[in-house]
């Protein structure tokens, strides 16, 4: 099993905000930004769902190398279960 690279939190919102993604940063990584001592370990966001902003997030999934919970790649097209 390939290893996964360390958690980068700015790097994940670089790249959003690179593909200029309309997003909302929410859970223990927003905490964090507002000044609490955590330790996030995830990056949990809500995207505008406007088609064009949902485009845009894809690009920057696919900068990122982002891979679905099954490992393939994350797939806009395809229902979520």
Not at 54 to 79: I, M, N, S, T
């Amino acid at each position: 099993m390939a290893k996964r690279p360390p958690f980068d939190p700015y790097a994940i919102l670089a790249a959003l905000d690179r593909q200029r993604v309309a997003y909302v940063a929410i859970g223990s990584f927003a905490r964090v930004v507002r000044g609490a001592e955590e330790l996030p370990d995830g990056l949990d966001i809500v995207p505008s769902l406007q088609e064009r902003n949902l485009k845009r997030l894809e690009e920057a999934l696919v900068d990122l190398e982002a891979r679905g919970v099954d490992g393939g790649p994350v797939d806009f097209e395809r229902p979520m279960r």
